[in-house]
């Protein structure tokens, strides 16, 4: 029979290899690109482009009429790391065994974890919106946002309009019918709802509302595995989440600790639609 220090090894490269085939899955369903190693502290920006081209018509000879574009700021971002740490007295596992004692809260730990990223992405990405629509019903207001999408992706050269939705529960249980419903990370959706797009639910969305952008707007970050093998932490080379056992003599305990660094952002602001369904008599 293998060791304890042999199963916490194998206990971190499972743990790390579902943490990532998860979100993985989660990160493809929101983004069309591919996640983007950056440096812990490096300042990551959510823009704003305004301006049009000149209408002055031009002169022969004359000096070109000049277009003025503006590239501004609207939020910053950065990956930070987070760190987790659970601890296991060594009176716990004597009296429940390794694997109900360490496996099964490790877990534990890690759901909470997820449902913390689930949290933060959700509320960055469905929660601004500086284009407004609204329609009679869910369908028709998605409708309209893509049709703001499709007249906005040609000012941002985004390429073909592939659009994602942000709607509460209530609302998107009222769609579901005969659909296929996925599920990555733990978040539902329907990938070619109405020939729109993809539709997801969550509760960070109040029912009535939806968020729209192109996943071409959303972005993915991941902190650098740099340094992690010293301190013994196992990762992949996503670098989602790394994962390290210890013991402590001290307070005869055995320590899980993890850390993630992963953030999501839409990058151009004008790029997020917020629709309201209009209350009907």
């Not at 013994?232 to 080379?237: K, R």
């Amino acid at each position: 029979m293998p060791d304890i220090k042999t199963l916490a090894a194998a206990r971190n490269v499972d743990l790390v290899d579902t943490f990532t085939k998860s979100i993985a899955k989660l990160a493809k369903m929101l983004s069309a690109c591919d996640p983007i190693k950056a440096n812990v502290g490096e300042t990551l920006h959510q823009k704003k482009i305004t301006g049009k081209l000149s209408e002055t018509e031009y002169v022969e000879g004359q000096e070109i009429p000049e277009s003025k574009y503006t590239w501004a700021d609207v939020t910053t971002y950065e990956v930070a790391i987070k760190p987790y740490r659970k601890k296991t007295t060594l009176q716990e596992i004597k009296k429940r065994g390794y694997e109900a004692a360490v496996d099964a809260t490790d877990s534990a730990m890690i759901s909470d974890i997820q449902r913390g990223i689930k949290k933060d992405f959700v509320n960055v990405l469905a929660g601004e919106g500086t284009t407004a629509v609204t329609g009679k019903n869910l369908v028709a207001t998605a409708a309209n946002a893509w049709a703001a999408l499709d007249n906005l992706v040609e000012d941002y050269s985004f390429g073909d309009v592939d659009v994602i939705y942000f709607v509460n529960p209530v609302d998107f249980a009222k769609q579901i019918a005969d659909s296929e419903v996925f599920s990555a990370f733990g978040i539902s959706y329907i990938e070619n709802w109405a020939g729109l797009g993809t539709l997801v639910s969550t509760g960070s969305v109040a029912a009535g509302t939806i968020y729209a952008t192109v996943k071409n707007n959303i972005k993915v970050y991941t902190a650098s595995t740099e340094g992690d093998d010293l301190f013994g932490f196992y990762t992949d080379e996503s670098g989602y989440i790394a994962i390290n056992h210890s013991s402590e003599l001290k307070s005869l305990a055995y320590d899980t600790v993890a850390y993630t660094g992963i953030t999501f952002f839409a990058e151009y602001i004008d790029m997020v639609v917020k629709g309201t369904i209009a209350a009907t008599a």
